[in-house]
């Protein structure tokens, strides 16, 4: 077990420097997973080092495929990747594992996998996943808690309506459509630009999709030429507000580089709000914390709304407004959970019910050692932690990791003391 210390600032805006954003861990994880159906060689740069995408390279691995990956860039071959088994105990590290059944249906007809696991956030049921490969044709059954899905002479042309808006199973079934025998439609779509990302990527391998970023996208019958150019992964939208968040709360001036401003309208425009001066260029955002920090109602959406990920660090911010300001999750069902750690380290925050809750501030935060529950609400642990009062140890930076490159390295770097510790 792991821990990341921090010592607080007590509030202290001191932090100053640039940091800068790697490329998107949920947009890196469809792609490779598109890479699968592909079936030739893809080279993708600007990869984040983190361990999700080394979880999903082993996955690929385990069907017959070959991943390597270093210096931010990885090649998949993919040619004998032709395996129809998810390896349940790595399918269930990350949820993003599911993306692989669009793959290995395109290419084999057939696909087992475990429920993915993945980050505790509520439900997270995959009815979307298996309604929609039933309206393509194929069946699904159950066995010892692996499902699998079978459509012996490949998918069928047809039309999905996504009854909630979801982001993987929008980006499995574009993938999946790719080699369906005829036109593949799917409705109330994720418009997330990591979806964008993926159509980009499958249409450089000579996929048919049009309507990627709008609710609607269609799917036609094509062959895959694989495209011998390596593949840019956009910048990580959420490490960078993240980033830009800690500025709000503690910079001097932080000045947060790489990354597309234009992927964070809402958070800029929520922290305009607040009263914190945001200045955004075409790649980078420069912000430092204000005098006062104004309360705010925030609601999480689906894209171009406030996202769900950002919505633990946002809470952090929220404790240090004066004022009252109320929390709307209407993503996930349990992903306020987080809030009664924040509570033992002095912040005011009321949960109503699993998707409500209202913070009062400005309260000065306490050090604690608390376990992050999940990557994002560990984040905004640490962010809780730079901003108290004493030192505190944040546990379970493994699942950090799994979205967060060289976390203590890059805090570091703008002035904030945090080591690793491992529990002996
Ligand atoms: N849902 C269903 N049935 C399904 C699938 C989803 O009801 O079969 C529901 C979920 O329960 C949830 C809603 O749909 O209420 C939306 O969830 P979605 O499916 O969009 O989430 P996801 O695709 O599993 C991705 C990101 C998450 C991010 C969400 C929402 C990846 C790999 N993961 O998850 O990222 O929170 O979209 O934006 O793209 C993270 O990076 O920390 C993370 C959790």
Redesign the pocket.
């Known amino acids: 077990m792991e821990y990341l210390v921090v010592e607080g600032l007590s509030g202290e805006a001191r932090l100053a420097g640039d940091i800068s954003i790697e490329g998107a ?2 947009a890196v ?2 792609i490779m997973a598109g890479a699968v159906a592909v079936g030739g060689e893809t080279t993708l740069t600007n990869v984040p080092m983190i361990a999700d995408v080394h979880t999903m390279g082993a996955l690929i691995e385990g069907l017959g495929g070959y991943v390597t990956t270093k210096d931010h860039q990885s090649s998949i071959r993919t040619k004998d990747a032709n395996g129809t088994v998810l390896d349940p105990t790595l399918a269930k590290r ?3 594992s ?2 692989l059944t669009g793959a290995v249906m395109a290419r084999s007809g057939r696909v087992t996998f475990p429920h993915p696991g ?2 505790v ?10 309604d929609g490969f039933q309206k393509l044709g194929a069946l699904v059954s159950y066995q010892d808690e692996a499902t699998t899905i079978e459509a012996q002479n490949g998918l069928l042309g047809g039309e999905i309506f996504f ?7 929008t ?1 499995t079934f574009m993938i999946a459509g790719t080699r369906a025998t005829g036109v593949v439609t799917l409705k109330n779509c ?1 418009m ?1 630009p ?1 979806v964008v990302a993926l159509a980009n990527y499958l249409r450089a391998q000579g996929a048919r999709i049009s309507g990627d970023g709008t609710p609607t996208i269609v799917i036609e019958p094509s062959h895959f030429e694989p495209n011998p150019d390596s593949f840019a992964i956009l910048p990580d939208r ?1 490490e960078a507000g993240s980033f830009i968040i800690l500025g709000a709360l503690l910079g001097k001036e932080v000045r947060v580089l790489n990354c597309v401003p234009e992927h964070l309208g809402a958070l800029l425009e929520a922290l305009r709000q607040m009263g914190v001066s945001v200045l955004a260029t075409r790649d980078s955002v420069t912000v430092s914390r204000p005098d006062r920090l104004l309360p705010l109602e925030l609601r999480t959406h ?2 171009p709304g406030f ?3 950002l919505q633990a660090p946002m809470a952090v911010l929220l404790t240090q407004a004066e004022g009252e300001s109320s929390l709307l999750e209407t ?3 349990g992903r306020l959970n987080y809030t009664q750690d924040l509570v033992r380290m002095g912040a005011d925050i009321q949960v109503w019910n699993p998707h409500k809750a209202t913070i009062k501030g400005p309260t000065p935060l306490k050090a604690r050692d608390i376990d992050g529950p ?3 609400a560990g984040l905004a642990f640490l962010l809780a932690a730079s901003i108290a009062n004493g030192t505190s140890k944040i546990g379970n930076a493994h699942l950090i990791d ?2 967060y490159e060289r976390i203590e390295e890059k805090l570091e770097s703008l002035g904030l003391v945090i080591k690793r510790e491992t529990a002996g």
């Open positions: 861990k949920n994880l469809p990350l949820r993003a599911v993306l993945g980050c956030l509520g439900s997270r049921p995959i009815d979307l996943f298996t009854k909630v808006v979801s982001v993987t199973a980006e994720a997330e990591e959420i689906e894209y996202p769900t990920d993503v996930f069902d999940d990557i994002r799994r979205g």
